[in-house]
């Protein structure tokens, strides 16, 4: 079995459901449009069975192809943020509890360095 296939099957089912409604809604948007099959997968630069697979919510579409057709109805313009670091609330996170641990162990640090001086001086 290609690794590929492997992770296509161990998508959580938020994830699947996410990539099934995209495929759904793209549908829908080539509908509105009164655009067929064969001329929006023309358009796309793919075959009629792969745009059903797009729309059937396939998660093994690439996504070069999701791409595409997200520029088709001008939603392209999404993607540069899909993933970018200053929307990462894993990350943020993981900063953050970071520099509370720092900051702790600095003002324990400082507190010994207190003590161990006045206990110097006395």
């Known amino acids: 079995m ?3 296939a492997r992770a296509l099957l161990q998508l959580p089912p938020a994830t ?3 990539i099934e409604k995209l495929g759904a ?3 829908v948007a080539r ?3 009164k655009e067929s099959l ?3 997968a023309k358009r796309m630069g793919v075959s009629v069975p792969t745009l059903q697979r797009l729309e059937a919510g396939d998660p093994g579409v690439g996504i070069g192809i999701v ?3 997200l520029w088709l109805i001008k939603r392209d313009g999404e993607l540069s943020n899909l993933a970018a670091p200053e929307h990462d609330q894993g990350a943020i996170e993981m900063d953050v509890r970071e520099a509370i641990e720092l900051g702790r162990a600095r003002a324990q640090a400082s507190a010994r360095a207190r003590t161990s001086a006045n206990q110097t001086k006395e």
Request: glycine share 0%; hydrophobic share 45%.
């Open 38 to 40: 064969k001329t929006w």
């Open 25 to 27: 809604d793209l549908a």
């Open 31 to 33: 509908l509105r449009r």
């Open 2 to 4: 290609p690794k590929t």
């Open 16 to 18: 699947t459901a996410a």
């Open 67 to 69: 791409a595409t057709a």
